[in-house]
């Protein structure tokens, strides 16, 4: 009997280690992480958007996450902790990862268990040494037009512009070498989102992701981004709409094309546009008889009707106009236009053969295609 209990003891014994040496999907340590705080795993939805899938219970500066579900591909999560600001990105699959959170910058946060997130640390070490570069060279360049010393401000601009190309050079590197993970996604998205990329480019790149990287959430929004670019790049026939006149007349703009036609997106508010409007103005009066007309879109905002029609009048725009009075409505969002002034220029047809023409180049390329005035 006694060596019966002994046995039974030894088993219960190792039932009670083997159940704490489980392993969990994500084991994170929580250092200096008060017990009762909460950590979420969290998903994008279809939007783009966080949303909460999972919770876990800080105790003793342990917390973890059981897998819910065998996943098909590489996906992205994101950790939050109550009382911390951001996030932490995690590329999770099958295999068990190990995480320790920094609550005072969770950006910072370690994962261990994954080739991809060691990867996505590398790059984001490089991103954010970038960073802090670029804004010293804005600073040095700016302290340099100040004091009036040209020749240093050209060197700061050549220097920050040959560690752009470097940043740049090792992104698209990362993104290639990657089609199969979301990294591929991730960071093409930020390089549109800085402008380092055009879409042309772009597209490029995201026709050679895996085809499984294309379904993530974040290659969705891209390729929705870039189809959008797409339907207003040179060479696409110009989407037609409508909209209201000073007068109260809805006008088309397949209505008003001529042999050239510009589209102009501009605010009575917009420093730039007004500025511009001049030498628009000019290119109008220069070239309307030729068969040049302008339809302008005005992003000006709900109210705002008495300053859009004054601006009409003071800047003698004496041109066709629409406005729905909303601050980058439908209108600006159907050509893809986020900032102001951009312009469109079209053929006969409607097609787009120019974009965001500015200065003497709008009247060089008008002369090109109506000939001298």
Known sequence: MKYLIVFLTFIAVNQCNEKSKET???????PGVTNGMRVYLNDLDENGRTIVIDTSIVMEEKFFFDKKEELNNEEIRFLTLDGSQGNFILLIENDPLKVRIKKDSLFDS?????????????????????ATNSRKYRDERAAAVRSGDQAAATTITNQWSTAEKDFKAYAIQMVTSHRSSVIAPMILGELLNSKMLDEKVSRSIYNNFDPQVQESVMAKRIDAYLKKAESVAIG?????????????????LN?????????????????????????V???????HDKGFNILSV?????????????????DKMNWNHVSRLQYFGPLAKLYNVNAIPATFLLDENGIIIATNLRGQELHRKLEELLGES
Do not use: M
């Open 24 to 30: 969990h999907f994500i084991d994170g340590d929580a």
């Open 281 to 287: 103005v000019s290119a109008y009066n220069k070239y």
């Open 236 to 252: 696409a026939e110009a989407p037609d709409f409508e909209g209201a006149s000073p007068d109260g007349k809805v006008i088309r």
């Open 110 to 130: 370690d994962v261990v268990g994954s080739k991809s997130n060691e990867d996505l640390k590398i790059f984001k070490k490089r991103q954010s040494t970038y």
């Open 255 to 279: 209505e008003v094309l001529g042999k050239v036609t510009l589209i102009d997106f501009w605010a009575s508010w917009c420093g730039p546009c007004r500025r511009e409007n001049p030498n």
């Open 298 to 314: 005005s992003l000006d905002r709900n109210g705002a009707e008495k300053a859009w029609k004054d601006a009409i009048i003071k």
